[in-house]
């Protein structure tokens, strides 16, 4: 998770692009912003692995993202994404609730409840006209400095409530699924009723004062009846997963030591002298500009844990931002060793590698970059910091093409047009690359 310079989350703005649906185009839009952390979706993965695969739903497929936003929702969009609300995660007090509502998102997929909207997104598709649909869209990030600019990704009023809403028998059929994915993973399914106690009397609020999940979810006295009912029915071994609450403390605490006041986090965590404990107070303290305490703590932590690619990666970030890019680059490059196929960590140590302003290390960055890129194709952070490494490493037709890619994907086309024209003029006449510089033209003049 990055810091911008306020010390809060640095997100990467994706391109949800619920603006390019007919539905929607023409209202008022609002900035949803992804945070992008290594080590949470990892965490969240790990938790939602068991219960998407008793869905019949394959892990590697599905992708679990946060989206930045204090209120309390979950949802998908297409089939490949479920999105949680990084106010829901932390409402959470135990993994099983957080497992219930990955449950319950992936019935809405596996029970095709998704066709009904599906049929009105025939049309869709992203600004750069790559024939991305809706669910692609999720990886698709601008990577702009200022964390606080966003991309169009939805409107506000009854369209989009229409939009997401689920009817009170998808959301039977959903819950009735979950119930069974959840027994299959040996999940605690009373988690189920403890979310829905959560929201229990929202029905009776008006729609500005409902939280998102109880209006685009419809939650009435006898869902949560019918509920308690299957639970009871139903209640498991009542065992505990030791792992599944490791990955959720974990996954909570980083997130929560960087976006709650790194005071209240330092008051939480005195004398924890867990793993998760000490991440967080890392996280605080370099968020309270205290590098050298932070740094101390890091080093403990990567010491007691030396084959963790993540604390590595934190580590890499907490040095990165305090200025210190030669050890940065080194403790990305040991969280790169350890999990060699980690986008994000790649872009990581190619960002890092740029900060050292040699030849040398902008042609590793090239090189490190390009594994990145070709792991998630559609990170606009890494096409820009790909571009600079072109550009540094005197390779100005490619810098061209990826920075036009990436004004393509943020939904820019003018800008795409202009860089995706010097590229052309630039790159070898029908190479691979100049041809992804005609379809970015292409798609400009459509």
Do not use: C
Not at 304 to 331: K, M, N, T, V, W
Request: aromatic residues 4%; hydrophobic residues 45%; charged residues 20%.
């Amino acid at each position: 998770m990055h810091l911008a310079s306020s010390r809060r989350p640095r997100v990467l703005i994706l391109a949800l692009l619920v603006a390019a649906l007919v539905l929607v185009a023409a209202l008022p839009a609002r900035a949803v912003n992804l945070i992008r952390d290594p080590d949470i979706e990892h965490a969240l993965t790990r938790l939602a692995s068991p219960v998407l695969r008793a869905a019949g739903l394959d892990p590697g497929r599905v992708r679990i993202l946060m989206v930045d936003d204090d209120s309390l929702n979950a949802f998908v969009l297409g089939g490949d994404a479920i999105f949680l609300h990084t106010g829901l995660i932390l409402k959470m007090e135990r993994a099983a609730q957080l497992q219930s509502v990955i449950a319950h998102e992936a019935a809405h997929i596996a029970n095709g409840h998704l066709a009904r909207r599906q049929s009105n997104l025939g049309a869709a598709r992203n600004a750069a006209g790559f024939g991305m649909a809706l669910a692609a869209a999720v990886a698709i990030s601008t990577g702009e400095a200022d964390a606080a600019a966003g991309i169009a990704a939805g409107a506000t009023g009854s369209a989009m409530r229409r939009f997401f809403a689920h009817t009170r028998a998808e959301e039977s059929a959903a819950d009735q699924s979950a119930i069974r994915y959840m027994l299959r993973a040996g999940v605690d399914p009373a988690g189920a009723v403890e979310v829905l106690e959560i929201f229990r009397g929202q029905e009776a609020l008006s729609i500005g004062r409902q939280d998102p999940y109880a209006r685009t979810h419809p939650l009435t006295s006898a869902r949560l009846r019918a509920m308690r009912g299957l639970v009871a029915a139903n209640p498991g071994d009542g065992g505990v997963d030791q792992q599944a609450d490791y990955w959720f403390a974990r996954a909570h605490g980083k997130l929560s030591a960087f976006t709650r006041n790194p005071g209240w986090t330092l008051r939480r965590v005195r004398g924890d002298d867990s793993q998760t404990g000490r991440m967080r107070r890392a996280i605080a303290l370099h968020r309270q500009a205290d590098a050298n305490a932070a740094i101390r703590e890091m080093q403990a932590l990567v010491a007691a844990h030396p084959e963790d690619p993540y604390l590595y990666e934190l580590f890499g970030q907490i040095l990165l931002e305090s200025r210190q890019f030669s050890a940065a680059a080194q403790a990305y490059r040991n969280a790169s060793t350890l999990a060699p196929d980690n986008a994000l960590i790649l872009g990581g140590l190619g960002r890092s590698l740029l900060t050292l302003d040699s030849a040398d290390a902008a042609t590793r960055a090239v090189q490190v970059l390009e594994r990145a890129r070709a792991r998630d194709f559609r990170d606009g952070r890494i096409l820009r910091d790909l571009g600079q490494a072109y550009a540094r490493s005197g390779r100005p037709g490619l810098a061209s093409l990826a920075t036009a890619e990436r004004y393509a994907l943020a939904g820019r086309m003018q800008d795409a047009r202009v860089h995706a024209t010097r590229a052309v003029d630039r790159l070898p006449r029908g190479s691979a690359a100049w041809r992804r510089a005609q379809d970015v033209l292409d798609a400009a003049r459509n």
